[in-house]
């Protein structure tokens, strides 16, 4: 079960988070008002139109951007930069391909300065938990999307982040090879209870993955609803009597986003008039808790 981490203190909380990007070309509003609170251990999964902000709130929340508005709170504490607690995985998986993937893994924490025995204990160890270990001796070109991926993910885990951002690390992989590595991916994140906010376009990828799918409108990017997916783990198939519905009400939630009151009542205020660019309906925050008991 997710918990709230020391104190009760939300691992993460975001308070009104804004981000305007200012350039030669003008300003662009990619992110309005955003509140979200994530328990430690909690797995979140955000789904939203292109270009709504996704990505950038994860920047944000790695501290690689800064915010325009608003306050985000890591462990309580404000977030004002890069920090090894909030490690951001990207679509490419970014890997030396000098190295092998035993190397490559441990690279991190050579550069953390840690020594040969224990880092190579540690990258062991995490090479087994993505079912990579008999590939320690492969070099990047010799393996698969898939695999390339997985070596990302193991990278990123041997630094033990308390925090993951994943942003689409599985959007350009087939739909079998992504099935697997949703296993895989419930597997390391059950056996470590790192805290995920994972960033995908793909529905169902989402309702599998997630403790909870926060919808975002159009850019910028307000989240319209937040589903929690109550549904055992590991989930090892899409066939759960009742996820085609879940999967379907986040659809028609995307083809329609819909704000909340406080959103929309505040907008009107604004006059900023962004509800021109989204089709607007009047509903209090909704969930669908309870829809799928495990
Ligand atoms: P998403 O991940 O949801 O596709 P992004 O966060 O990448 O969306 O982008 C949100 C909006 O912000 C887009 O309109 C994009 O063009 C703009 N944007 C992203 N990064 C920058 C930047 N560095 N400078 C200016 N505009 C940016």
Request: aromatic letters at 6%; charged letters at 25%; proline letters at 4%.
């Given at each position: ?13 975001l ?11 003008g ?50 504490r404000?977030?004002?930069?890069p ?6 995985m ?48 492969a ?23 308390q ?25 390391a994140?059950?056996?470590?209870k790192?805290?995920i ?9 989402a ?12 850019r ?30 986040i ?18 205020l604004?006059?900023?008039g ?17 829809r799928?008991?495990?």
């Amino acid at each position: 079960m997710a918990n709230f981490g020391l104190y009760g203190v939300p691992k993460l909380m975001l308070k009104g988070v804004s981000k305007t990007y200012a350039s030669a070309r003008g300003r662009t509003d990619a992110l309005h008002k955003i509140d979200l609170s994530v328990k430690s251990g909690e797995f979140i999964c955000i789904v939203g139109p292109s270009g709504c902000g996704k990505s950038t709130l994860l920047k944000l929340i790695a501290g690689l951007d800064a915010h325009t508005g608003g306050e985000i709170l890591a462990d309580g504490r404000r977030v004002s930069g890069p920090g090894t607690d909030r490690l951001l995985m990207f679509q490419e998986p970014a890997l030396f391909p000098w190295l092998n993937v035993l190397h490559n893994v441990e690279f991190g924490l050579k550069m953390a300065g840690i020594n040969e025995k224990e880092r190579r204990a540690k990258a062991l160890q995490v090479l087994e938990l993505v079912n990579l270990l008999k590939f320690g001796n492969a070099y990047v070109h010799e393996l698969s999307g898939g695999m390339k991926q997985k070596v990302a993910l193991a990278r990123a885990l041997v630094m033990e982040p308390q925090m993951l951002l994943m942003d689409e690390p599985f959007a350009a992989l087939d739909a079998q090879t992504r099935a697997t590595l949703h296993e895989e991916l419930q597997q390391a994140w059950l056996a470590t209870k790192k805290t995920i906010i994972f960033v995908t376009h793909n529905i169902e990828e989402a309702v599998r993955l997630a403790d909870r799918v926060v919808v975002f409108s159009n850019r910028p990017g307000r989240i319209c609803r937040e589903i929690p997916v109550n549904m055992a783990r590991p989930r090892e198939s899409y066939s759960y009597a009742g996820i085609a519905g879940l999967i379907e009400e986040i659809a028609a939630e995307l083809k329609n986003p819909v704000l909340t009151e406080q959103d929309t009542a505040r907008e009107e205020l604004r006059g900023e008039g962004y509800s021109q660019k989204v089709s607007v309906s009047y509903t209090a925050h909704s969930s669908v808790a309870g829809r799928f008991q495990s």
